[in-house]
């Protein structure tokens, strides 16, 4: 720093090339997925095809949240080209907002038509399921293991049981899905129950894992991703598929789904992105990745944990997509103030 | 004309700068408030009427204020113990640890916050408390010693010769006072403003909320709320939060300048420690203890495998997390250092010509560089979000700006100019303002003046301050979660992989991250020679 | 004529004080120096020329080219003045020869030097100001100004921090290297001493505004005011009371004067008055000194709440009263000329 003409040139030379970005020649994705999986497959998926794709990643802080926030943001001059949810709910929401165009994939012809959009805004592919996930070491014997969802309510767990606050993810998508399933006054009484029931509200299922493999807590409310990922790490973990019995509700599923943003740039490059997104492949992928996500699709192997269930082979929760994701603000907002956010 | 001209070209630097400022920061403060009342059925007031209406807004503020304080007095015991020992006195090794005061500000305040989760439940009251006054410790300790070694002597020497050694000591207390609360005002600002640690510790169990919890919390629901009220809730919910912190901040600045009228004089005489001298190490461990060895620890447990419950620690898993880190990890913190380099250089040259006004009488220039520091980094974050996501500055810029890192750049250099131009300043004021006025009168051009005769007595203090918003940029979060570019910055990464339980590569990445925050900024002063106590 | 500095109608407002209008002129190769007390505006009328206060109104000329009208104003650097600050104003980072290549950058390594050695500064040429003694620091600023060749040298108080011994040789050689240049020079100053050593020409200033302005020799003999008698004269200025039209009352009896009474003064300049036992009318002071002094003594006395200096032929010991006699006529002028320029 002795000569300081040096300096500013450095300066200089960092400023203007600091600024010098343009706008990215392909499309450009908002990945809700964890980065340390979605990001060497999506730059993959670049080099397979060609295109100078544009990423940006999820933050747990904000999770989905703040992507869907952000597109929102950015309607009047759209930045994103392809939405990857690791859920739906706030798909369907931006669908309904008029933010995503119709594309219907060739990629997804096989994918089962509950988990595509009538009118191909959206489609589904490679789901997680809202899980139980129990410490093995405070519960030994299977038979003592929870079995539903009601359980959270449930005296015998009082204060011994975890599940995330459901103000973003799976979580808030679950809980808004449940409010529709159960009616407000239904939703309600199970509310306070949880309440009266000491439940831990934690701030992630990340979060909800943690303390239960710690044995903080006897089970908690999960994700499979989570469980996998604990699972993986030896930590002393099962799981179980809640309300299989006949006349439960059934486990609730939430897919990953991808639409086109409306006005976004690159929309050829987007809808390469899309097909190459929903390919078969790609399930494949995420169901032998750390996440073992379960494939929607037939003829694709599962995750190799016997603990999770393929598709078809338990109780799946039947909710209402289209009127969760018209609920999911107010019921955020709701859930939001109850846990004093 | 062609003075004219002249005139216009001396101030270009000058005005480059402020209209740095306007568009970087005044335009999205302004475009923030603006926004709180513009709802589309025209101007309104109803997201301010709601403004505390909710008890929960007034839990969360009487919460910040306590952890707030809880965590000051954490910040003295720690912070003003070091400095005390250290400075002026015997201790064993003093010469070392007290230039160390600096060292846990390198650390991030999350990072501690994830060292100490690791060892410890910290989900209750003081745990946070403890874990908050740890990280902003250093703003006391720097101060503090700061103030030690610019007091005259020979009023310590006269008070020990009158009253003795006890009083003689309350005597230097009193006399370092601005400095101590200016260290005091400056951490509990940076705690009630701090929503990382926070949020972090509810994920660790934490049932309460502080108010910059509140705020971003509502930020990530903004776009989704279902009411003006509730889109501009979080805008609204800080604007109280600012006013406090600004009117701290005043309080700070003019305490510090104060201090910083203090000439110096005669150095503190050497204060015997006598039988506490081998005990008083026991501050030092304390305060470099929880705010960096503690967090360090735990890193590298981590990139042993510490998180992993399947296999024992070992070097051949270490091994293993720094492949790890090297395919997941390298890029962000390519970016991250990046970043902080170019956001270096540019806080300097933009900081310079602000500095040099503030410094000879520009106190509006300095009040309004100051502003970033008494807002939220979030909010900050939100505002400058708005501002180049769409309309008229969008559109100056075009709508590339925003995804690029020019905006990340820009972001960062507008969060963290108050911390160059309050640096420079200072040391411009001690420049006597004859020496420049000589060289005006000389027939040089002003870029030889600035160059030879200006710039060169504010070296220094503009490597100081460069190291100084290198370290913070390279720990920022905040801004790093709001803005695009900077999303793919290295302590953004790793706080989104320690929620997805990747500690072990992230263990890696952290101490990569730390190496660079501590070696960078010292290098040139080892290459130099220069006095490690310079940079503190 | 054609002036090396001229100013007309010079005003400059600094927060509550202002400077002006002052108007005077000086000559191409002369030595003025500007005195007053303390806050009399001195420095400021200096710092108003060079450019480094910004006056309000008026014309300045220098040499003829106007460098300030109420159109705007020439930069510092374009006047053609050379500046000498009080304490040198040094740049702590550069050597002595690095000041003069500064100032001068067609100056060699040799060549700076060289006028180091003119300014008896020869040995520090490598060094800086912290390794420098005050009066080689005010050399090297004096040299400094002189390097840019100016027109005309302007010095704010330059021997003030110049040790005692060492402030003949600092006069002499500001005198030796003006006259060589051919240079006018304006000092500021408000040590009577230091401006009749260095300067030919006096300008009188008190509160912002010029009360006298004429040869040293001038001044000295036949002040215009009581204000530059005392100021330069030494002399002690009594209040004296109105007694009837034209006339006013005196310590010493009557005499007539213009202007209103409490404006003028009784000038009593050393040497003017001769310090008896008492015996006869005249106002009687109690002595305070008496110093042996030519054939006699110099008593100070008290007269009247002033000190003023009489001649004695004995010794007289403090305390003791005394007459006082008048040597020569009274002398009561205007404390300030009332139209001050």
Known sequence: MRNPFAFVGLTAFLLASACSDKIPAGPTIYCSLDEQFSRPVIEQFGKELGLRIQARYDTEAAKTVGLVSAILEEQKHPRASVFWNNELAHTVRLAQEGLLVPYRSPSAETVPAQFRDPQDRWTGFAARARVLVINTNVLPDSKDWPSSYRDLADPKWKGRCAVARPLTGTTLTHFTALKGALGDSGFEAFFAAMLQNDVKFLQSNGATLRETAAGNVAWAFTDTDDYHVGKLRGQPIACVFPDQKDGEIGTMLIPNSVGIVRGGPDQEGAKKLVDRILAMSTEAMLAAAEGAQIPLREGIDGPADPGILPIGSFRAMAWDVEWTAQNLAAANQDFAKRFGL | ?536 | MNYAVEAEGLQCDKGSFRLGPCSFAVGPRARVAIVGPSGSGKSTLLRCLAGLDRANKGVIRVHGQVVRDDHGAMSPDRRGLGFVFQDGALWPHMTASQHLRFAAPGLSQEQSCAMLSRGGIGHVADRRPAEMSGGEAQRLGLMRALAAEPRVLLLDEPLRSVDVHQRDALVLLVRELADERGIATILVTHDRDEALALADEILVMHGGRIVEHGPATTLLQSPGTAFAAAFLGGAACLPVDASRDGFVATAFGETNARGEAKMLRLVLMPGDLIAVPPSGDGPRARAIASVPHEDGYRIRAALLGQIVLAQAATCIRPGEEVELRLRRPLRVLPWTTANAQ
């Open chain 2, 1 to 536: 004309m062609a003075a004219r001209a002249r005139d216009w070209i001396a101030r270009a630097p000058f005005c480059a700068a402020i209209l740095f400022v306007v568009c970087f920061v005044v335009a999205p403060m302004l475009l923030l408030l603006w926004q709180t009342i513009d709802s589309q059925d025209g101007l309104t007031l109803v997201a301010w009427r709601e403004l505390f209406a909710d008890p929960q807004d007034r839990a969360r503020v009487w919460a910040s204020a306590q952890l707030g304080l809880a965590s000051l007095c954490v910040s003295i015991g720690l912070g003003f113990t070091h400095a005390w020992v250290t400075v002026g006195r015997d201790l064993p090794l003093g010469r070392v640890l007290g230039p160390l005061g600096i060292a846990p500000l390198v650390v991030p305040p999350i990072f501690v916050a994830m060292g100490f989760a690791d060892l410890f439940p910290v989900a209750g009251f003081w745990p946070c408390a403890i874990l908050l006054g740890t990280a902003h410790a250093p703003f006391v300790c720097v101060l503090v010693a700061r103030g030690l070694r610019s007091l005259d002597g020979r009023g310590y020497e006269a008070a020990l010769m009158l009253r003795g050694r006890g009083r003689a000591e309350l005597w230097l207390v009193r006399a370092i006072l601005p400095e101590l609360i200016a260290g005091c005002m400056l951490a509990f600002l940076f705690t009630v403003a701090d929503h990382g640690v926070p949020e972090f510790l509810t994920v660790k169990g934490k049932t309460w909320h502080t108010y910059s919890e509140g705020v971003f919390s509502r930020w990530t629901r903004r776009a989704v709320g279902t009411t003006f009220a509730d889109r501009q809730s979080p805008i609204v919910a800080a604007a109280p939060l600012v006013m406090a912190l600004l009117t701290m901040l005043w309080l700070a600045l003019k305490l510090r300048g104060r201090a910083d009228e203090r000439g110096v004089r005669a150095e503190l005489p050497l204060r015997p420690l006598g039988g506490w001298r081998w005990p008083s190490l026991l501050f030092p461990a304390l305060y470099l203890g929880a705010g960096v060895l503690v967090p360090v620890f735990v890193l590298a447990r981590w990139a042993l495998g510490s998180a992993q419950k399947a296999e024992p620690m070992s070097l051949a898993f270490l091994r293993q997390s720094f492949q790890k880190a090297v395919d997941q990890g390298v890029p962000d913190l390519m970016h991250s250092i990046w970043l902080a380099l170019g956001t270096a250089a540019c806080v300097l040259l933009i900081g310079l010509p602000l500095a040099r006004r503030a410094g000879r009488g520009g106190r509006l220039v300095e009040a309004l560089c100051a502003v970033p520091i008494a807002s939220p980094a979030i909010l900050l974050g939100i505002g400058l979000v708005l501002t180049y996501n769409s309309g008229p500055l969008a559109e100056l810029f075009g709508y590339g700006f925003y995804d690029g890192w020019g905006f990340a750049l820009a972001g960062y250099v507008a969060r963290f100019l108050p911390f160059c131009v309050l640096t420079l300043a200072a040391q411009v004021r001690r420049v006597p303002l004859a020496a420049e006025e000589a060289a005006r009168m000389l027939p040089r051009s002003a870029l030889a003046r600035a160059l030879t005769i200006h710039l060169p007595p504010l070296l220094p203090a503009a490597w100081s301050a460069s190291a100084l918003v290198f370290v913070l940029s390279l720990r920022e979060l905040d801004l790093a979660v709001v803005l695009p570019a900077a999303n793919s910055t290295a302590v953004r990464r790793l706080a989104n992989a320690v929620h997805f339980q990747h500690e072990d590569w992230s263990g890696v990445i952290a101490l990569l991250l730390l190496s660079i925050a501590v070696l960078l900024p010292l290098l040139p002063s080892l290459i130099a020679g220069r006095k490690l106590a310079s940079l503190s």
